[in-house]
């Protein structure tokens, strides 16, 4: 992996700049700090109004694992061409079918979840995400939730976090075929993703020279992504250089 701010990162920037370039980005871990309580979630002012500014010149997305009525009213102010919520679920067909295939996952998991202190289901609609933050034995947490995961009646797809692991119907859509079709609506060549999480990986996935560059946040010799930042405070420094690019706003259709 290679910084995206050295020399050569900003290079590459700088010619992603120069194309129809959409940028997308992770909200939580990436936009904004991981935090005890999800709910406590926001965006530091600093970043808040650096995207202001980087969303004025370039058609940007946000890609969350929240659901996107939760993630559009953590952004709300920032003209994004999209919001994407549920790990790239929605906006999405079929989501009443995947909803009622959640439903019946609930009692389930809560059944076998309950008596593990520091756990936590959050329901999101269309898929869950099972949190163990506040667990004080955490692989005996991770442990325990993969195993009830394991007895739903459906292969429930897994994937990964920062002390959570979220649990999606099996062949939904995710993050990756999500900003795709991001690209594809706002009529754009190139994407610029960044993200800090393993359902990033995605999005990573699909990189290719030229067309799609990946940043994570954090730099993990496992990552597809091609490129990194240091941390999560160092994606202001990334939303300043892309200002810089971009001295002039442009009008953006939002369309995702």
């Not at 910084?3 to 936009?31: C, P, Y």
């Not at 969303?55 to 559009?72: I, M, N, T």
Request: with cysteine; aromatic share 4%.
């Amino acid at each position: 992996m290679r910084h995206v701010l050295s020399n050569g990162g900003r290079e590459i920037l700088a010619q992603m700049a120069w194309s129809k370039v959409l940028l997308g980005f992770d909200f939580d871990g990436t936009l904004a700090p991981i935090v005890t309580d999800p709910a406590a979630a926001t965006m530091p002012r600093a970043h808040r109004a650096r995207l202001v500014a980087v969303a004025q010149r370039y058609p940007c997305v946000v890609v969350s694992g929240r659901s996107r009525l939760d993630v559009a009213a953590r952004v709300e102010g920032v003209t994004l061409v999209g919001v994407i919520g549920n790990h790239g679920l929605e906006p999405g067909r079929g989501l009443r079918r995947l909803e009622r295939m959640v439903r019946t996952w609930l009692p389930s998991l809560r059944s076998a979840l309950s008596p593990i202190p520091g756990v936590a289901i959050e329901d999101k609609g269309c898929s869950l995400a099972v949190h163990y933050r506040r667990s004080r034995a955490k692989r005996h947490a991770r442990d325990c939730i993969l195993r009830a995961i394991a007895e739903l009646p459906d292969a429930a797809r897994v994937i990964g976090g920062k002390c959570v692991l979220n649990v999606l119907p099996p062949g939904a859509p995710h993050k990756g075929t999500a900003v795709e079709a991001a690209r594809v609506a706002a009529s754009a060549d190139t994407v610029v993703y960044v993200g800090d999480d393993e359902t990033d990986e995605d999005v990573f996935a699909l990189e290719s020279p030229g067309r799609l560059l990946g940043v994570r946040v954090g730099q993990s010799a496992r990552s597809q992504a091609s490129y990194y930042l240091r941390n999560q405070r160092e994606v202001a420094d990334l939303l300043d250089v892309l200002v810089d690019l971009r001295p002039s706003a442009q009008s953006h259709r939002r369309d995702v």
